[in-house]
Protein backbone atom coordinates (compact mmCIF):
# COMPACT_ATOMS: atom_id res chain seq x y z
CA UNK A 1 0.00 0.00 0.00
CA UNK A 2 1.17 3.32 -0.99
CA UNK A 3 2.08 6.01 1.46
CA UNK A 4 0.11 8.72 0.42
CA UNK A 5 -1.84 9.93 3.54
CA UNK A 6 -2.80 13.74 2.90
CA UNK A 7 -3.68 13.57 6.92
CA UNK A 8 -0.79 15.17 8.48
CA UNK A 9 0.21 12.77 11.89
CA UNK A 10 -0.45 15.51 14.61
CA UNK A 11 2.76 15.70 16.77
CA UNK A 12 3.18 15.47 20.30
CA UNK A 13 4.12 19.04 22.28
CA UNK A 14 3.77 20.05 25.38
CA UNK A 15 0.68 22.02 24.44
CA UNK A 16 -1.34 19.19 24.72
CA UNK A 17 -0.84 18.92 28.46
CA UNK A 18 -2.67 22.14 28.91
CA UNK A 19 -4.71 21.95 31.58
CA UNK A 20 -7.68 22.50 29.27
CA UNK A 21 -7.40 19.05 27.36
CA UNK A 22 -6.90 17.26 30.84
CA UNK A 23 -10.25 16.07 30.72
CA UNK A 24 -9.60 14.58 27.30
CA UNK A 25 -6.28 12.80 28.39
CA UNK A 26 -8.07 11.21 31.95
CA UNK A 27 -11.39 10.30 29.90
CA UNK A 28 -9.08 8.40 26.77
CA UNK A 29 -6.79 7.27 29.28
CA UNK A 30 -9.84 5.71 31.67
CA UNK A 31 -11.06 4.47 28.79
CA UNK A 32 -8.30 2.52 27.94
CA UNK A 33 -7.55 1.01 31.37
CA UNK A 34 -10.83 -0.13 31.51
CA UNK A 35 -11.15 -2.17 27.98
CA UNK A 36 -7.85 -3.71 28.09
CA UNK A 37 -8.27 -4.68 32.17
CA UNK A 38 -11.76 -5.94 31.61
CA UNK A 39 -12.90 -9.17 29.78
CA UNK A 40 -14.87 -9.06 26.42
CA UNK A 41 -18.32 -10.29 28.47
CA UNK A 42 -17.76 -7.16 31.17
CA UNK A 43 -17.39 -4.76 28.86
CA UNK A 44 -20.20 -6.12 26.69
CA UNK A 45 -22.75 -5.61 29.73
CA UNK A 46 -21.10 -2.12 30.75
CA UNK A 47 -21.71 -1.02 27.27
CA UNK A 48 -24.99 -2.20 26.95
CA UNK A 49 -25.78 -0.87 30.81
CA UNK A 50 -24.35 2.83 29.49
CA UNK A 51 -26.54 2.98 26.94
CA UNK A 52 -29.86 2.04 28.92
CA UNK A 53 -28.90 4.91 30.85
CA UNK A 54 -28.33 7.15 27.94
CA UNK A 55 -32.13 6.53 26.67
CA UNK A 56 -33.32 8.16 30.31
CA UNK A 57 -31.15 10.66 29.52
CA UNK A 58 -31.73 11.54 25.83
CA UNK A 59 -35.37 11.57 25.36
CA UNK A 60 -34.85 13.73 21.90
CA UNK A 61 -32.88 11.04 20.68
CA UNK A 62 -35.42 8.42 21.31
CA UNK A 63 -37.90 10.78 19.60
CA UNK A 64 -35.91 10.40 16.57
CA UNK A 65 -35.01 6.66 16.90
CA UNK A 66 -38.27 5.83 17.13
CA UNK A 67 -39.45 8.51 14.14
CA UNK A 68 -37.04 7.03 11.83
CA UNK A 69 -38.42 3.39 12.26
CA UNK A 70 -42.18 4.71 11.95
CA UNK A 71 -40.92 6.04 8.33
CA UNK A 72 -38.56 3.49 7.49
CA UNK A 73 -41.26 0.45 8.09
CA UNK A 74 -44.68 1.73 9.00
CA UNK A 75 -45.98 -1.47 8.84
CA UNK A 76 -43.89 -2.63 12.16
CA UNK A 77 -45.49 -3.45 14.92
CA UNK A 78 -45.25 -0.86 18.29
CA UNK A 79 -43.99 -3.25 20.52
CA UNK A 80 -41.49 -4.46 18.57
CA UNK A 81 -40.51 -0.67 17.43
CA UNK A 82 -40.18 -0.21 20.74
CA UNK A 83 -37.63 -3.11 21.67
CA UNK A 84 -35.75 -2.28 18.91
CA UNK A 85 -35.28 1.82 19.79
CA UNK A 86 -34.64 0.01 23.42
CA UNK A 87 -31.84 -2.46 21.54
CA UNK A 88 -30.28 0.73 19.59
CA UNK A 89 -29.64 2.93 22.97
CA UNK A 90 -27.81 -0.45 23.92
CA UNK A 91 -25.93 -0.97 21.11
CA UNK A 92 -25.14 2.97 21.18
CA UNK A 93 -23.90 2.61 24.48
CA UNK A 94 -21.52 -0.41 23.08
CA UNK A 95 -20.18 1.48 20.87
CA UNK A 96 -18.18 3.59 23.31
CA UNK A 97 -16.49 0.34 24.48
CA UNK A 98 -16.25 -0.31 20.91
CA UNK A 99 -14.74 2.65 20.02
CA UNK A 100 -11.93 1.71 22.89
CA UNK A 101 -11.25 -1.57 22.02
CA UNK A 102 -10.68 -0.20 18.69
CA UNK A 103 -7.98 2.22 19.51
CA UNK A 104 -6.83 0.69 22.56
CA UNK A 105 -6.06 -3.12 22.61
CA UNK A 106 -3.17 -4.57 20.65
CA UNK A 107 -3.80 -6.41 17.65
CA UNK A 108 -3.30 -9.91 19.22
CA UNK A 109 -6.18 -9.44 21.06
CA UNK A 110 -8.37 -7.85 18.41
CA UNK A 111 -8.04 -10.39 16.04
CA UNK A 112 -9.96 -12.64 18.57
CA UNK A 113 -13.52 -10.82 18.26
CA UNK A 114 -12.78 -10.97 14.23
CA UNK A 115 -14.19 -13.96 11.92
CA UNK A 116 -13.80 -12.97 7.96
CA UNK A 117 -16.74 -14.89 7.21
CA UNK A 118 -17.11 -13.56 3.33
CA UNK A 119 -13.75 -11.12 2.24
CA UNK A 120 -12.60 -13.48 -0.98
CA UNK A 121 -14.30 -10.50 -3.39
CA UNK A 122 -11.75 -7.80 -2.00
CA UNK A 123 -8.78 -10.20 -1.75
CA UNK A 124 -9.91 -11.23 -5.67
CA UNK A 125 -9.58 -7.33 -6.40
CA UNK A 126 -6.28 -6.79 -4.52
CA UNK A 127 -4.74 -9.75 -7.01
CA UNK A 128 -6.09 -7.72 -9.76
CA UNK A 129 -5.12 -4.35 -8.93
CA UNK A 130 -8.24 -2.65 -9.08
CA UNK A 131 -9.34 -0.11 -7.04
CA UNK A 132 -12.33 -0.74 -4.43
CA UNK A 133 -14.92 1.81 -2.78
CA UNK A 134 -15.74 0.12 0.10
CA UNK A 135 -19.47 1.22 0.95
CA UNK A 136 -19.93 0.78 4.41
CA UNK A 137 -22.74 1.81 6.93
CA UNK A 138 -22.83 3.80 10.24
CA UNK A 139 -23.07 0.93 12.27
CA UNK A 140 -22.53 1.91 15.56
CA UNK A 141 -19.26 -0.80 15.78
CA UNK A 142 -17.65 1.16 12.80
CA UNK A 143 -14.97 1.83 14.14
CA UNK A 144 -14.34 -1.99 14.86
CA UNK A 145 -15.06 -2.77 11.09
CA UNK A 146 -12.67 -0.41 9.80
CA UNK A 147 -9.22 -1.34 11.71
CA UNK A 148 -10.89 -5.11 11.32
CA UNK A 149 -10.28 -4.68 7.21
CA UNK A 150 -7.04 -3.88 8.01
CA UNK A 151 -5.96 -6.53 10.27
CA UNK A 152 -7.36 -9.41 7.72
CA UNK A 153 -4.70 -7.27 5.64
CA UNK A 154 -7.02 -5.12 3.06
CA UNK A 155 -5.69 -1.92 4.43
CA UNK A 156 -7.84 1.27 3.19
CA UNK A 157 -8.40 4.60 3.27
CA UNK A 158 -10.50 6.29 5.22
CA UNK A 159 -11.94 9.41 4.85
CA UNK A 160 -11.79 11.58 7.63
CA UNK A 161 -12.46 15.27 9.71
CA UNK A 162 -9.68 15.85 12.07
CA UNK A 163 -11.34 16.80 15.84
CA UNK A 164 -11.20 20.40 17.00
CA UNK A 165 -9.77 19.34 19.71
CA UNK A 166 -5.59 18.72 19.28
CA UNK A 167 -5.92 16.36 22.02
CA UNK A 168 -8.42 14.22 21.10
CA UNK A 169 -7.15 14.83 17.49
CA UNK A 170 -4.02 13.18 18.69
CA UNK A 171 -5.82 9.93 20.29
CA UNK A 172 -8.74 9.85 17.40
CA UNK A 173 -5.90 9.55 14.50
CA UNK A 174 -3.87 7.35 15.88
CA UNK A 175 -6.82 5.16 16.66
CA UNK A 176 -8.02 5.58 13.19
CA UNK A 177 -4.79 4.54 11.42
CA UNK A 178 -3.48 1.37 12.88
CA UNK A 179 -2.67 -1.81 11.36
CA UNK A 180 -1.90 -0.31 7.38
CA UNK A 181 -4.95 1.99 7.38
CA UNK A 182 -4.76 5.58 6.16
CA UNK A 183 -6.45 8.71 6.06
CA UNK A 184 -7.90 11.29 3.59
CA UNK A 185 -9.72 14.63 4.03
CA UNK A 186 -13.40 14.01 3.62
CA UNK A 187 -13.14 17.26 1.21
CA UNK A 188 -10.47 15.72 -0.62
CA UNK A 189 -11.56 14.52 -3.87
CA UNK A 190 -9.38 14.31 -6.12
CA UNK A 191 -7.19 12.68 -3.78
CA UNK A 192 -9.90 9.59 -3.15
CA UNK A 193 -9.60 9.73 -6.58
CA UNK A 194 -6.47 8.93 -7.23
CA UNK A 195 -6.48 6.58 -4.33
CA UNK A 196 -9.21 4.36 -6.43
CA UNK A 197 -7.36 4.83 -9.84
CA UNK A 198 -3.81 3.26 -8.21
CA UNK A 199 -5.74 -0.17 -7.47
CA UNK A 200 -6.17 0.64 -3.47
CA UNK A 201 -9.42 0.82 -0.88
CA UNK A 202 -11.44 3.37 0.02
CA UNK A 203 -13.63 3.06 2.75
CA UNK A 204 -17.09 5.20 2.02
CA UNK A 205 -20.40 5.60 4.06
CA UNK A 206 -23.46 6.97 1.93
CA UNK A 207 -25.93 5.70 3.91
CA UNK A 208 -26.88 9.54 5.66
CA UNK A 209 -28.47 12.27 4.86
CA UNK A 210 -26.01 15.05 4.08
CA UNK A 211 -28.16 18.07 3.24
CA UNK A 212 -28.97 19.36 -0.21
CA UNK A 213 -25.62 19.92 -1.75
CA UNK A 214 -24.85 17.13 -4.00
CA UNK A 215 -27.41 14.70 -3.28
CA UNK A 216 -30.48 13.47 -4.56
CA UNK A 217 -34.31 12.38 -3.71
CA UNK A 218 -34.16 8.65 -4.05
CA UNK A 219 -36.22 5.94 -2.67
CA UNK A 220 -34.86 4.36 0.89
CA UNK A 221 -36.69 1.57 2.86
CA UNK A 222 -40.13 3.52 2.82
CA UNK A 223 -39.51 6.66 2.46
CA UNK A 224 -39.68 7.70 -1.33
CA UNK A 225 -37.92 10.82 -1.15
CA UNK A 226 -34.65 10.11 1.14
CA UNK A 227 -31.75 12.65 0.39
CA UNK A 228 -28.82 10.81 -0.51
CA UNK A 229 -25.45 11.50 -1.55
CA UNK A 230 -24.34 11.78 -5.32
CA UNK A 231 -20.77 11.25 -3.78
CA UNK A 232 -20.67 7.38 -4.86
CA UNK A 233 -21.40 7.67 -8.44
CA UNK A 234 -18.87 10.55 -8.88
CA UNK A 235 -15.99 8.64 -7.27
CA UNK A 236 -17.14 5.68 -9.26
CA UNK A 237 -17.43 7.88 -12.50
CA UNK A 238 -14.10 8.76 -12.66
CA UNK A 239 -12.05 6.17 -10.95
CA UNK A 240 -13.55 3.21 -13.00
CA UNK A 241 -13.46 1.11 -9.18
CA UNK A 242 -15.10 -1.65 -7.88
CA UNK A 243 -18.30 -1.12 -5.60
CA UNK A 244 -18.21 -3.27 -2.79
CA UNK A 245 -20.99 -2.93 -0.29
CA UNK A 246 -18.87 -4.23 3.31
CA UNK A 247 -20.17 -4.49 6.87
CA UNK A 248 -18.65 -5.43 10.34
CA UNK A 249 -22.10 -6.65 13.02
CA UNK A 250 -21.46 -7.99 16.69
CA UNK A 251 -22.84 -11.37 16.36
CA UNK A 252 -24.93 -12.88 19.51
CA UNK A 253 -20.93 -14.68 20.26
CA UNK A 254 -19.71 -11.36 20.10
CA UNK A 255 -17.81 -11.95 17.61
CA UNK A 256 -17.92 -9.09 14.51
CA UNK A 257 -18.48 -10.70 10.92
CA UNK A 258 -16.71 -9.38 8.44
CA UNK A 259 -18.28 -9.01 5.16
CA UNK A 260 -17.72 -7.96 1.79
CA UNK A 261 -18.78 -10.47 -0.42
CA UNK A 262 -19.56 -9.09 -3.64
CA UNK A 263 -19.31 -6.52 -6.50
CA UNK A 264 -22.30 -4.37 -7.61
CA UNK A 265 -20.85 -2.05 -10.12
CA UNK A 266 -21.66 -4.50 -13.05
CA UNK A 267 -25.02 -2.55 -13.57
CA UNK A 268 -24.60 0.77 -11.56
CA UNK A 269 -26.13 3.75 -14.08
CA UNK A 270 -22.74 5.76 -13.37
CA UNK A 271 -24.15 8.42 -15.32
CA UNK A 272 -27.41 8.97 -14.21
CA UNK A 273 -26.90 10.23 -10.46
CA UNK A 274 -30.72 9.74 -9.57
CA UNK A 275 -30.31 6.09 -10.66
CA UNK A 276 -27.16 5.30 -9.27
CA UNK A 277 -28.08 6.55 -5.92
CA UNK A 278 -31.21 4.58 -5.87
CA UNK A 279 -29.37 1.60 -7.24
CA UNK A 280 -27.07 1.61 -4.31
CA UNK A 281 -29.45 2.75 -1.21
CA UNK A 282 -30.76 -1.00 -1.96
CA UNK A 283 -27.41 -2.36 -0.94
CA UNK A 284 -27.50 0.02 1.91
CA UNK A 285 -30.20 -1.49 2.74
CA UNK A 286 -29.62 -5.33 2.38
CA UNK A 287 -26.36 -3.94 4.86
CA UNK A 288 -28.15 -2.59 7.32
CA UNK A 289 -30.71 -5.68 7.82
CA UNK A 290 -28.21 -7.70 8.96
CA UNK A 291 -28.26 -6.33 12.29
CA UNK A 292 -31.19 -3.60 11.98
CA UNK A 293 -30.41 -2.96 15.32
CA UNK A 294 -26.91 -1.96 15.43
CA UNK A 295 -27.46 1.12 12.86
CA UNK A 296 -27.57 4.45 13.85
CA UNK A 297 -30.79 5.48 14.16
CA UNK A 298 -30.37 7.90 16.30
CA UNK A 299 -29.64 10.51 13.37
CA UNK A 300 -31.74 11.89 11.64
CA UNK A 301 -31.93 10.34 8.40
CA UNK A 302 -34.98 11.64 6.62
CA UNK A 303 -34.49 15.48 8.17
CA UNK A 304 -33.90 16.82 4.08
CA UNK A 305 -37.00 17.38 1.94
CA UNK A 306 -36.73 18.25 -1.75
CA UNK A 307 -38.41 21.72 -0.82
CA UNK A 308 -35.68 23.24 1.26
CA UNK A 309 -38.04 25.15 3.11
CA UNK A 310 -39.32 21.80 4.93
CA UNK A 311 -36.05 20.89 6.29
CA UNK A 312 -36.42 18.79 9.27
CA UNK A 313 -40.62 18.97 9.38
CA UNK A 314 -40.50 15.17 9.13
CA UNK A 315 -39.41 15.23 12.98
CA UNK A 316 -41.80 18.07 14.01
Known amino acids: MKKRSTVEKPKFTL ?21 N ?25 VK ?12 MEQDKREAMV ?14 GITWFWPTWRFKRILVAKDIEELKRLDNEGKGALLCCVHALNLEITAR ?15 HSNPAYEFIQYRGRSQNGNQLVYR ?25 HNKSVFVPFFAVEEACTTTGTSI ?30 EKD ?4 DEVAAAAYMNKFIEEIIMRAPEQWMWLHKRFKSLPDHNLTNSRYQ
Open 268 to 271: YPQK
Open 235 to 264: LAYTSKCALVPGSGFRNKDGKYEIIADKSV
Open 15 to 35: ALLHPKYWGVWLGFGLLAFIV
Open 86 to 99: EENFKNTGMALIET
Open 148 to 162: AFGVLGLQGYGVYRP
Open 37 to 61: VLPYKVLYWLGRSIGKLGMKAGKSR
Open 64 to 75: VARRNLELAFPD
Open 187 to 211: RDIKQMIRVLRDGERLFYLPDQDYG
